[in-house]
């Protein structure tokens, strides 16, 4: 197995997928496997200043960073909009990420 949090989840996510679906050590290779994603996904919003949109990012981890903020955010099948109050809506998806000036939000987008 390997070491970063996001190697072990995928060294999990292929146990599992390996093992026939009678066997119960599949669901606990599943389970951890959860689980080291969401660790994964909780130490990259730990940043109250940004947070970067990954295709690997579990889906609610933006949204309750972004309503740390004060904004909503909805996701969609490309990404989120986020919007706060009558502010226009911003779009960000895989590979933005999301700035906190102090006031508000903003979309640094992919090069």
């Given at each position: 197995m390997s070491g970063t949090l996001f190697d072990l989840a995928q060294d999990y996510e292929s146990e599992a997928a390996g093992l026939w679906p009678w066997q119960r050590d599949?669901?606990?290779?599943?389970?951890?496997?959860?689980?080291?994603?969401?660790?994964?996904?909780?130490?990259?919003?730990?940043?109250?200043?940004?947070?970067?949109?990954?295709?690997?990012?579990?889906?609610?981890?933006?949204?309750?960073?972004c309503r740390q903020h004060g904004y909503l955010a909805v996701a969609g099948s490309w990404g989120y909009v986020i919007q706060r109050g009558d502010e226009p809506p911003i779009v960000a998806g895989p590979g933005d990420t999301l700035v906190w000036d102090g006031q508000r939000l903003t979309v640094r987008g992919v090069p």
């Open positions: 599949r669901r606990a290779f599943q389970e951890t496997a959860r689980l080291f994603r969401r660790m994964v996904c909780n130490r990259e919003a730990v940043d109250p200043g940004q947070i970067t949109i990954n295709w690997t990012t579990i889906i609610d981890i933006p949204q309750r960073w």
